[in-house]
């Protein structure tokens, strides 16, 4: 069983904690991307409502809410 890894315990500790740290690090980019993405996009939607109906909106209203604009009636 030894053979099948190379180096001493404390090596292969040390290289799974290193593995685990790097996955760890590259998932919470990958979130904070996302989530970096769905604020920006949500501030830029708040700003083309305002813009179009004059309605202040806040950028975390426009997260949870669903904007829309409808053409009135005549």
Known sequence: ??????????????KHRREFLSTWIAVSLVCVV?????ILYSHFEARAY???TGKRIST???????LRV?????
């Open 1 to 14: 069983m030894d053979d099948e890894y190379p180096g001493t315990q404390d090596a292969r500790l040390a």
């Open 34 to 38: 996302i989530v970096g993405g769905w």
């Open 60 to 66: 975390w209203d426009a997260m949870w809410l669903d």
């Open 50 to 52: 305002e813009r179009v």
């Open 70 to 74: 409808q053409e009135q009636l005549k």
